[in-house]
């Protein structure tokens, strides 16, 4: 009698329905989140247009009294660089970018030449050779994930450190080598907004804001008048909110 009334749930029927929900549910999510971010990995190549001042400091061995102060003021306006992204599991994105990769030797020759003998009266020569190394890593928090919409404001925090060398080989009796290395690292917060033109193509408009940054500097004076030790200056510098004004552009492809 009570099996009638108390008959057991039928669990293949449950199970059809929590499917059944289960299927609806991830209908509906799929329908609130944004299509052009269905995708895994990317591949972007940026042009950055940037105004760099840069101040570097350091003590000279000669005179502990007194310190170099050098001012570098720098316009780019053509900067390519290329850059990989992969997303997370929160719809973000990691990036990797090669910013900089640059290695050159120049040489600059002064003559003084007589004009009625065309002798050459005194000759200089003089070499740099420098070289620059960056790259950039960025968490990427992305802000329009369930809309669907063609623009996705985003928010980069990046960490870009960087190897810098410059020697300079002057070939004049009153003027001695130098050598300068900077290692370093600036961090950044990078306001961007992505326009995904089609289903594979997207354009990455970001200004990277540079918070700070840090460098450990050797400066070497090859200066036979003075001591082995008292050659090399090495300093340690910070430095928040340095002059940086920049802008990118970024043309991107989904794989």
């Known amino acids: 009698m009570f099996s009638r009334l108390y008959s057991k749930p039928n669990f293949s029927y449950m199970k059809n329905i929590i499917l059944l929900a289960f299927m609806l549910s991830i209908v509906v999510i799929g329908k609130t989140q944004n299509s052009n971010l269905d995708f895994e990995n990317g591949f972007k190549i940026y042009n950055l247009t940037s105004y760099d001042v840069t101040h570097h400091l350091y003590m000279p061995s000669s005179s502990p009294s007194n310190h170099y102060e050098i001012t570098n003021s720098d316009w780019q306006f ?3 660089s290329v850059a990989f992204q ?3 599991e929160k719809n973000n994105f990691h990036e990797i970018e090669l910013k900089d990769f640059a290695m050159s030797t120049n040489s600059t020759i002064t003559e003084l030449v007589n004009d009625t003998t065309f002798n050459i009266l005194t000759s200089v020569t003089s070499g740099i050779t420098s070289s620059l190394i960056s790259a950039q890593y960025e968490y990427i928090i992305n802000f329009n994930k369930s809309k669907e919409s063609k623009f996705v404001p985003s928010l980069g925090i990046g960490i870009n450190p960087y190897f810098a060398n410059s020697s300079t080989h002057p070939e004049s009796p009153t003027t001695y080598p130098t050598n300068a290395t900077y290692f370093g690292a600036k ?3 990078i306001p ?3 326009y995904y033109v089609t289903t594979k193509f997207f354009i ?4 990277p804001l540079c918070i700070s940054d840090s460098y450990f500097s050797i400066n070497k004076v090859d200066n036979p008048t003075l ?3 008292m050659r090399t200056t090495t300093t340690l510098n910070f430095e928040q909110l340095p002059m940086f004004l920049s802008g990118r552009i970024g043309v991107g492809i989904k794989i």
């Open 192 to 194: 961007r907004l992505t």
């Open 78 to 80: 053509l900067h390519p």
């Open 86 to 88: 992969w997303k997370t």
């Open 227 to 229: 001591p082995e030790n």
């Open 204 to 207: 990455d408009v970001n200004f």
């Open 187 to 189: 961090l950044n917060v």
